[in-house]
């Protein structure tokens, strides 16, 4: 049996990861000492990772948010929804990739197992997924307006 997503659930889903981005940032934030040792190359490292998981995080939230809106607030058509859900989808993979990344290093440090399995991969392409949800649910939002507008000029 098939199991299709709904736009609601992956509007959901895609929110829920986006908080989990927004948390991540703020744990990384915590980690970051006042006075770095050294020459602080480590802790501006981590503030670029802060503000990567703050944007990530911030955009997935946008694009469920205005998936759940067009899908409560009107009836969207096949392309405009197609393309809203995809960028919402993209959006929260690009997420879970970023915060990923970030988990296993941490479950690696806390347990110094090297069984865990590191993805080196997963947050380049986290970064390349963020601009793709982005580009997807801004075509899906231009698609809906179009179609609204047309929907008001034949009624």
Avoid: K
């Amino acid at each position: 049996m098939r199991f299709p997503p709904t736009p609601r659930i992956v509007a959901i889903g895609t929110a829920v990861l986006g908080v989990f981005a927004l948390i991540t940032a703020g744990v990384t934030f915590a980690t970051i000492p006042e006075n770095p040792p050294g020459d602080g190359f480590a802790a501006g490292l981590a503030g670029i990772f802060v503000m990567v998981y703050l944007v990530a995080g911030v955009l997935a939230l946008a694009e469920a948010g205005l998936l759940y809106l067009v899908v409560q607030t009107c009836t969207p058509g096949e392309w405009p929804l197609r393309l809203l859900t995809l960028g919402a989808a993209v959006g929260g993979s690009a997420v879970f990739l970023l915060v990923s990344q970030y988990a296993l290093s941490v479950l690696w440090s806390l347990t110094g197992s090297y069984y865990v399995l590191r993805i080196s991969s997963a947050f380049s392409m986290g970064l390349v997924f963020v601009p793709a949800g982005l580009i997807c649910t801004g075509l899906g939002a231009v698609l809906q307006v179009v179609d609204g507008i047309r929907a008001e000029t034949h009624s």
